[in-house]
């Protein structure tokens, strides 16, 4: 059984920072990536960033590269978000899987796993 478990969502200002970890506890689970999204009721959920397990960052969207860096330490995975501005405001989550669509983790049952998610609000 796989299970991804998050923390470090919270309230900031703007121009504040936050970190995001992403715990994968099941073992011997080895995913090839791992990735950040964000969901808005606005905007639905979009991929943000990418890596390859124990490897380099992949990809970066446009609206958080320069700002944002994901980064591993062993078991777990990071978000590590700068200079935060209001519209960063959403529910993030993390995510595995052995494949990519457009650049972002590509989850499916058979494919990878979700985290559960963390709140992120950034006030004016």
């Known amino acids: 059984q796989v299970t991804l478990v998050e923390s470090g969502g919270g309230s900031v200002q703007t121009g504040g920072s936050l970190t995001l970890s992403c715990v994968i506890y099941?073992?011997?689970?080895?995913?090839?990536?791992m990735g950040w999204f964000r969901q808005t009721p606005n905007k639905g959920r979009e991929g943000i960033a990418t890596?390859?397990?124990?490897?380099?960052p992949v990809k970066y969207s446009t609206a958080v590269k320069g700002r944002f860096t994901i980064y591993q330490g062993g078991s777990t995975f990071f978000l590590q978000m700068n200079n935060l501005k209001p519209e960063d405001t959403a529910v993030y989550y993390c995510?595995?899987?052995?494949?990519?669509?457009?650049?972002?983790?590509?989850?499916?049952?058979?494919?990878?796993?979700w985290g559960q998610g963390t709140q992120v609000t950034v006030s004016p």
């Open positions: 890596m390859i397990n124990r490897g380099s």
């Open positions: 099941g073992g011997t689970y080895n995913p090839y990536y």
């Open positions: 995510a595995t899987s052995e494949y990519l669509h457009d650049g972002y983790c590509d989850v499916t049952p058979a494919t990878g796993y």
